[in-house]
């Protein structure tokens, strides 16, 4: 059974930081591809920054440079460190990975800049 636990979220002011972890179980973090949504207030989850198998990784135009997505194999837990943190990153951060043909995401957390 596939499970994905997000933690880390809170509240922060502009040019803050957070890192929000993403535990997984039930599959290999270094096997496949992990990814970091964000949900903001009244729209639609977006694709923030994903690390893939071989560790290249792949940003969103709007965090390139102040995010970075990284893991711990040993810990089967992968990271979404967010610098110079802005008012519009705010929003619910989802885990996000696929497993036999089906997409698993984990419970949310929270993430709130204010000016």
């Known amino acids: 059974q596939v499970q994905l636990v997000e933690s880390g979220g809170g509240l922060v002011q502009a040019g803050g930081s957070l890192r929000l972890s993403c535990v997984a179980s039930?599959?290999?973090?270094?096997?496949?591809?992990v990814g970091w949504y964000r949900q903001a207030p009244g729209k639609e989850r977006n694709l923030v920054a994903e690390?893939?198998?071989?560790?290249?990784?792949f940003y969103d135009a709007s965090v390139k440079g102040r995010f970075t997505i990284s893991r711990d194999n040993a810990k089967n837990t992968v990271y979404l460190q967010m610098n110079s943190q802005e008012p519009e990153d705010t929003g619910i951060f989802f885990c996000?990975?696929?497993?036999?043909?089906?997409?698993?995401w984990g419970q949310g957390t929270q993430d709130a800049v204010s000016l």
């Open positions: 996000n990975t696929w497993q036999a043909g089906a997409g698993h």
């Open positions: 690390i893939r198998s071989n560790r290249d990784t």
């Open positions: 039930g599959i290999t973090v270094t096997d496949r591809t």
